[in-house]
T-cell receptor, first 110, second 113 residues
Framework: RKEVEQDPGPFNVPEGATVAFNCTYSNSASQSFFWYRQDCRKEPKLLMSVYSSGNEDGRFTAQLNRASQYISLLIRDSKLSDSATYLCVVRTWRDDKIIFGKGTRLHILP | DAGVTQSPTHLIKTRGQQVTLRCSPKSGHDTVSWYQQALGQGPQFIFQYYEEEERQRGNFPDRFSGHQFPNYSSELNVNALLLGDSALYLC????????????FGPGTRLTVT
């Protein structure tokens, strides 16, 4: 099993819809979680950290489920500008490994 | 406030050659990490530098080495280039080694022929 797994997509979603995708991780010692966004041929940009209690930033909501070892990202009222690849990042405290998922491609359709 | 900068933007090298990539961290950041991103893949962690020392290392051979200077800027060196080293090389900086939020530079696209 890969350390961090994401559905590669693409997710094709009409503008205004709600979309959600998950990221699973295999190392139970994982302690820090993040979502990054990467536009085509650009660098990744931090979207949001994921806290144990879940957190929200505008239209974006991140959740952590430690029992099932996954994190999720929910995008409400999707915009054309949300089209990008979303990367899940997991970091472990013990050996301080930083692991990126392969990313999930999202296409918002007009 | 300048973000993370990298140079050069693009580079073409021949198999067997050596390459040096450069990175300047975001102002106020003292920790620099390097990643390799192949097409269609997520970034893979190469190593992290803090206080001019390699703090952590991913699963990359010794052909990959680095350096951090007193001004926190960093270099990534790759020796004996292989075709498989062709990728986007990303540098990321953070406020300190214990702060996990990273800011990425635009990357250097390396092509090995």
């Amino acid at each position: 099993r890969k350390e961090v797994e994401q559905d590669p997509g693409p997710f094709n979603v009409p503008e205004g819809a709600t979309v959600a995708f998950n990221c699973t991780y295999s190392n139970s010692a994982s302690q820090s979680f993040f979502w990054y966004r990467q536009d085509c041929r650009k660098e990744p940009k931090l979207l949001m950290s994921v806290y144990s209690s879940g957190n929200e930033d505008g239209r974006f909501t991140a959740q952590l489920n430690r029992a099932s070892q996954y994190i999720s990202l929910l995008i409400r009222d999707s915009k054309l500008s949300d089209s990008a690849t979303y990367l899940c990042v997991v970091r472990t405290w013990r050996d301080d490994k930083i692991i990126f998922g392969k990313g999930t491609r999202l296409h918002i359709l007009p | 406030d300048a973000g993370v900068t990298q140079s050069p933007t693009h580079l073409i090298k021949t198999r067997g050659q050596q390459v040096t990539l450069r990175c300047s961290p975001k102002s106020g950041h003292d920790t620099v990490s390097w990643y390799q991103q192949a097409l269609g893949q997520g970034p893979q962690f190469i190593f992290q530098y803090y206080e001019e020392e390699e703090r952590q290392r991913g699963n990359f051979p010794d052909r990959f080495s680095g350096h951090q200077f007193p001004n926190y800027s960093s270099e990534l060196n790759v020796n004996a280039l292989l075709l498989g080293d062709s990728a986007l090389y990303l540098c990321a900086s953070s406020l300190s080694a214990d702060v996990y939020e990273q800011y990425f530079g635009p990357g250097t696209r390396l092509t090995v022929t």
